[in-house]
């Protein structure tokens, strides 16, 4: 096994529980329909980001993310985080969004003078980098793969994307000084260290590497926790994108939801001299809300 690929214990079969509180047949269509009228809309942005600057790359980015979480039935709310490590993030956010959006907390250092965050958070979904864009316009770090993936890939390289080569680790400091120059330059990068996504209940090991981007800029580092929940506040498992998992099946499953809720909580910046104590300090005050949810049903991973 690849140490620098990481592989989640989750799979279908023992992490996937259905919702009860289903949306109706009607309803599913109208969704998908939305859903691939936006793709579509985004693809030919993609095509004129040549004339766009990165800050212009960045808010269009999440103004469609936001669109098309809003299409699949995805409600978000942003809120406030508390850690041992740091205490209480700060308030005065505005809201960032109108459509199904809910801002009930606040982020420091994504404007402002001096380098801009690195914002971190816990892989649960192919919904993930959509959520980050729409709730904090950043710079997402994407595996070089996602390049090649039909219309993906395009827009993914329209927005403004930083991509990592995972398969070969001479090319990972200029993966590290790209991000490093982007936080110098005023952009929020986001990145999920844990390097595969996991169902939800429990999180894996945060990858030191992309920290170092953080420490080369003198930049903040920010933790954020993902939490998908159902209509009754129920982790919803649903959305999950773990082990042989298709994409198609889950957004299936996605557009199924009666109403899919992500909590995203922003939690407060962390610091350390290096990358290792940068990473698990990071981990940790994640961890401090994912935690919360019901211990995994899986052996760990060898």
Known sequence: MNPWLPVAPCMLTTCLVPSDARAAWPR?????????????????????????????????????????????????????????????????FAPVSRAKLVVAGSVSGVSGLGAAPLIVANHVSWLDPLVMAA???????????????PVIGMLAAGSGALFID?????????????????????????????????????MGTFRPAVFQAALDAEAPVRPVALRYVDVDGTLATGSTFVGDDTLLASIQRVVAFRRLVVEVTMLPPVTAENRRVLAWK???????????SARHTVPAAA
């Open 135 to 149: 709730a904090l316009p950043c710079r997402l770090l994407a595996k070089r793969e996602v390049q090649g993936w």
């Open 28 to 92: 599913r269509t109208l969704r998908l329909t939305a859903a691939v009228i936006l793709i579509l809309a985004g693809t030919v942005f993609a095509l004129l980001t040549h004339v766009l600057g990165t800050a212009e790359r960045v808010r269009v980015t999440s103004v469609w993310s936001r669109l098309l979480l809003r299409a699949l039935g995805v409600r978000i709310e942003v809120r406030q985080g508390f850690t041992f490590l740091a205490g209480s993030a700060e308030r005065g």
């Open 282 to 292: 990071a981990e940790a005050s994640v961890a401090s809300v994912i935690m919360d």
């Open 166 to 202: 995972r398969d070969r680790l001479s090319a990972l400091p200029e993966a590290v000084g790209a991000m490093a120059r982007a936080l110098g330059e005023g952009h929020p990068v986001m990145a999920f260290p844990e390097g595969t996504t996991w169902c939800g209940r429990e």
